[in-house]
């Protein structure tokens, strides 16, 4: 078992940041599904976009843990063995059910709304129980083994898989729940050019933008 200078811990309310973003989104997704009006073109495309937006912020946000945390928590933490590869299992079951709904929701109708919807719990539910076992198991892990630089690949990794206009809103989403130390703590992990854009550019075009979403 190796443990780092604890000078050096890794700052996992970022994580915590993240992860509220998705029990926030995923638990209204359904009923945005349930609640397009039949033949209302208009609104079920907005729904549709934003939960591509969030199935495919929470695809990046796994992809990276797949590939810069689980391996280096088996090199250094002998025990975690089972943990990770429970982590990596459920990561595969929400895998198998965002491309569930990914398949469903080019074409969805009034007549598929359900059928849709019921994916959507699917997945909120299995979210619920797979970030409550992370913030449990596996942070506490990553505070006493892996180093700030290391955790910073995470966010790089999801930053630099997401398309240019998915991006601002996601970090949008990200901020719009933080306080005043949590939105420092998030900017300071952020591109000197991208941290110029938040006030004037990202933030305005996400409220504009998840004011439609919400609109109801």
């Not at 937006?53 to 025990?79: K, Y």
């Not at 050019?193 to 006030?199: D, E, I, Q, T």
Request: aromatic share 4%; hydrophobic share 45%.
């Amino acid at each position: 078992m190796t443990s780092i200078n604890t000078t050096e811990q890794a700052d996992i309310r970022e994580m915590l940041v993240v992860h509220r973003v998705f029990r926030r989104e995923f638990a209204v997704l359904p009923d945005y599904v349930r609640g397009v009006p039949e033949g209302d073109h208009e609104r079920r495309k907005i729904v549709a976009d934003h939960a591509r937006l969030v199935l495919d912020g929470l695809h990046f946000h796994h992809e990276g843990e797949d590939a810069e945390l689980w391996p280096l928590l088996a090199t250094r933490v002998e025990s975690s063995a089972e943990l990770t590869k429970r982590m990596e299992a459920q990561h595969s079951e929400l895998a198998t059910l965002v491309a569930e709904a990914e398949r469903l929701l080019p074409t969805w109708d009034t007549s598929t709304a359900e059928e849709l919807a019921q994916v959507l719990d699917a997945i909120n539910a299995a979210v619920l129980t797979h970030l409550a076992e992370e913030e449990a198991e596996i942070l506490p892990l990553v505070a006493e083994h892996i180093t700030p630089a290391e955790w910073a690949r995470l966010g790089e990794h999801a930053r630099r898989a997401m398309r240019p206009n998915q991006l601002p809103l996601m970090f949008g989403a990200v901020l719009e729940d933080c306080d005043a130390d949590e939105r420092t703590l998030m900017l300071a992990g952020l591109p000197l050019p991208l941290r110029l854009l938040v006030k004037p550019v990202i933030e305005p075009r996400y409220r504009r933008y998840i004011s439609k979403v919400r609109a109801r």
